[in-house]
């Protein structure tokens, strides 16, 4: 009796702690947000009804929801980064060397850090991707009924191949904003905000891709060395920095591009 208690009561901790953090996120940024967006695209389907066909403003209607919702749960997995963040072993180092090379399952503030911290990078970049896909949608880079995955070279292709088209002022628009303020190139390959999106992807990649991606078995080398090779500003690094720096890139991707893509800014 007294054990399933202490189960009950553990798992009821657990509960109310997530329900602080859904709290949270809702007064922030989320829904106030996403409803904002949502009736500036009706108005776009009002005014420019003739552009999009029935079927095709039903597919923009769902992959914008679609990216609220991915925009939610990665502010969620933000929110518990940060959190965690407060303890004085709030370096990024830590955790991204946990989760590839140490993989130390015995130190539980680590290992709590190391799971927030995945799960940033993998919801950040599932929201990146399927924004890029619904503006592939919304200018009608694809057709409805495409049915696959958007990466950062294929949406690039497309932005490159359809400049010529009837929106081709928007496209171009929309290609120089991912190429300046979310794909950038720095010559320093330092971390900016203006290439959040590639590291992002880079680190993503690195945790994920476990069959290809491998340390070297007969040397010292680690894989935070290939990291720190390409991102060598990531050292020194706090969560609650890295917070704050893809918190406001995924916000204000999604805020500047709503003038450029829909002709009305968010107030």
Not at 210 to 229: A, G, H, T, V
Not at 244 to 263: E, T, V
Request: contains cysteine; negative net charge.
């Amino acid at each position: 009796m007294n054990s399933r208690f202490s189960e009950h009561n553990h798992s009821q901790q657990i509960s109310n702690g997530l329900e602080s953090l859904l709290q949270s996120i809702s007064g922030i940024s989320g829904n106030r947000f996403f409803h904002i967006l949502v009736d500036i695209q009706e108005r776009y389907f009002q005014n420019k009804g003739s552009i999009h066909s029935k079927e095709r403003r039903d597919q923009l209607r769902y992959f914008l929801k679609s990216v609220m919702f991915k925009f939610q749960l990665s502010n969620l997995n933000l929110e518990q980064l940060w959190a965690l963040s407060e303890d004085d072993r709030g370096d990024l180092f830590l955790a991204l060397e946990n989760s590839l090379d140490r993989l130390d399952v015995d130190d539980q503030r680590l290992l709590l850090i190391s799971f927030a911290f995945e799960g940033v990078l993998f919801q950040v970049l599932s929201t990146l991707d399927v924004y890029m896909l619904y503006i592939s949608f919304l200018l009608e880079l694809l057709p409805v009924g495409y049915r696959g995955r958007m990466t950062e070279s294929k949406f690039t292709d497309l932005l490159l191949d359809h400049l010529s088209d009837n929106m081709g002022d928007k496209v171009e628009t929309t290609y120089r904003y991912f190429s300046k303020n979310i794909f950038g190139e720095d010559e320093e390959k330092e971390w900016s905000y203006a290439n959040w999106g590639s590291l992002v992807r880079s680190l993503r990649d690195k945790i994920a891709h476990r069959d290809r991606i491998q340390p070297s078995f007969d040397s010292d080398e680690r894989l935070i060395d290939q990291i720190l090779f390409n991102w060598p500003t990531i050292r020194g690094v706090t969560c609650d920095y890295f917070y704050q720096k893809i918190h406001s890139g995924l916000y204000c991707m999604i805020r500047d591009l709503c003038p450029i893509l829909y002709g009305e800014a968010i107030v």
